[in-house]
């Protein structure tokens, strides 16, 4: 338990296209704007008339970050025109800007196969759903070598070597997942998910038509906290996916640490120039098949500081945006300023937070004018992506010469001097597949859960899909945007999934030596990383790969 007191699966290969940040597309299209604004105060906290000033600019408070100095504002209709601008005037408050959205670095790569294993319906979770033993992808296959990779074998689990595990598997500890709800009955992640909550709603001016999320009829006008995405299952799986009998086909590489489920980020439409960039005709079936995911930036800072009170050791965000570079007042102060409160905040309280580097091929060096949050943040540790050193990429990056036997950087992750990161797997081509009788061929994909969508409800339809409002009654989506939607297992690729595997190793580390603050950890995760491509620190790897191993040993 942890010691921190809590505070109130033919292997065709769908290729994502790496669309332009959804953030000004939704919200251009709609026309509108998210009629929120984050407000930074001077004062390390907020100042106790804080709601006072909000009110003569004319606004009201929709959120607090008490903690921190931030909230969260909404200007009143007759206001809106001078809202920011009066907020801006007010001395006590240095940068107010509109909320934006925030996305997950989309996945370079999705693999859909028969493997799936699609019930039409599952409630109660099948189990078990497939004639293979639990853990049978890490003690029986290739498919989880990114896990071995960055050490975290051992312990008396067939399918590696000695590692990590051999000392602990992250018992005591917890891992918070900021990102698109979990599978709440995943056999690789129930037994260890504790925690639960959405922070997330719909509104059709930020996010656009239909709504693609089975919304929580128990607590409007949040969204249920079960992924019916995907990428949440599939990230929290690699960080702690449970081992052992009655579990699933997989193991985490924190196989004992608790989940936090904070759901950031819900089911955005695809918009009509997406469809159009697709080749696809523009209908509201199509709108939620193509969909991707996106949140709010308060949403996500709210996420942080409650995973935080939850009593995270860990904080997990495969999510990211660039933001104009730290304009005095605005134009990117506001949510820099805000972020790295918040991170500062809950490092300083406990927990210690990975951030994706992105997926845009980007040397972040040369962006001059943007700035990326939350991975750019001094108090986050960015993650860059690596390949299988099995399998040599078919196009590996002209940036890094690669030979085979070696760990290539991934072709679409982002990198840079300034990260002062880590590298870590996140997978490339080739995208070897898996047979419902268990045959599996080598992979440079992630294997990892997915989303099945809501319990008791079937895939949608095309027929009669609706253009407003939710899916259909009894129908939900789950599984990225492929055909098949209610999915148990899946292969992707992108450095959303470096960043839950260093968090795994984190986990770790931690759950040797409780007494280590944030920072202790943050230190050892980079000393003990493993130093591939060129010799010290670089630009493609930063401190180099994780090495669960070696950080387990350091820790001690």
Excluded at 404 to 420: F, M, V
Aim: glycine share 10%; charged share 15%.
């Amino acid at each position: 338990m942890n010691t921190r007191k809590r505070r109130s699966l033919s292997a065709a290969v769908v290729v994502i296209t790496l669309l332009a940040s959804s953030q000004s597309t939704a919200q251009r299209e709609s026309g509108t704007e998210s009629q929120r604004v984050i407000v930074v105060f001077r004062a390390a906290t907020l100042p106790s008339d804080a709601d006072e000033r909000v009110s003569r600019a004319g606004g009201t408070v929709i959120a607090r970050l008490g903690e921190v100095g931030v909230l969260v504002a909404a200007p009143l209709p007759e206001a809106r025109s001078n809202f920011l601008g009066r907020l801006r005037a007010d001395a006590a408050i240095v940068a107010a800007e509109d909320d934006q959205l925030i996305d997950f670095p989309r996945p370079a790569a999705v693999g859909i196969e028969p493997f799936t294993i699609e019930p039409d319906t599952h409630s109660p979770h099948p189990s078990p759903f497939v004639p293979l033993p639990a853990d049978y992808f890490y003690t029986s296959t290739s498919q989880q070598w990114a896990v071995k990779r960055v050490g975290a074998q051992g312990g008396g689990i067939a399918g590696g070597g000695a590692g990590a595990w051999d000392v602990t598997k992250g018992a005591g500890t917890s891992i918070a997942i900021l990102d698109t709800g979990v599978n709440t009955l995943h056999p690789d992640i129930a037994p260890n998910l504790v925690f639960n909550a959405a922070l997330t709603s719909d509104n059709p001016a930020i996010f656009g038509t239909p709504n693609c999320e089975v919304p929580d009829p128990a607590n409007p006008p949040f969204d249920l906290p079960i992924d019916q995405m995907g990428h949440g299952s599939w990230t929290s799986s690699l960080a702690a996916a449970a081992a052992g009998p009655g579990t699933g086909l997989l193991i985490g590489v924190a196989p004992q640490a608790q989940i936090l489920n904070v759901k950031v980020l819900r089911n955005r439409p695809a918009t009509a120039a997406e469809l159009k960039m697709l080749g696809v005709p523009d209908t509201p079936f199509n709108r939620c098949l193509f969909r991707t995911a996106s949140g709010l930036v308060s949403w996500v800072l709210q996420g942080i500081l409650l995973a935080n009170a939850q009593g995270a050791d860990v904080i997990s965000m495969s999510l990211g945006a660039g933001i104009p570079r730290n304009i005095q007042g605005g134009g990117g102060a506001a949510i820099w300023s805000a972020f790295n409160r918040v991170l500062n905040f809950v490092t300083s309280n406990g927990s210690v937070v990975v951030a994706a580097a992105g997926n845009a091929a980007t040397d972040l060096d040369r962006a001059k004018s943007i700035v990326a949050v939350p991975a750019d943040s001094p108090g986050a540790i960015a993650v860059t992506a690596t390949t299988n050193p099995a399998l040599l990429p078919p196009t590996p990056p002209e940036r890094q010469p690669c030979a085979p036997g070696e760990d290539c950087l991934a072709y679409y992750s982002n990198y840079g001097t300034s990260l002062h990161g880590v590298a870590a797997p996140g997978g490339d081509f080739p995208a070897g597949g898996c047979t419902v009788d268990g045959v599996c061929l080598p992979t440079g994909f992630l294997r990892g859960a997915c989303g099945a969508g809501v319990p008791g409800t079937i895939a949608p339809s095309s027929a009669g899909y609706p253009a407003t409002g939710p899916p259909p009654v009894g129908t939900s989506w789950g599984c990225f945007n492929s055909a098949t939607q209610h999915a148990w297992y899946i292969q992707a690729t992108g450095t959303s999934a470096s960043t839950p595997l260093a968090g795994g190793v984190l986990a770790l580390i931690k759950s040797v030596n409780p007494t280590l603050s944030p920072r202790q950890m943050t230190r050892i995760l980079q000393q003990t990383a493993e130093d591939i491509g060129k010799v010290g620190y670089d630009e493609l790897f930063n401190f180099g790969l994780v090495n669960a191993t070696a950080a387990v040993t350091a820790a001690r």
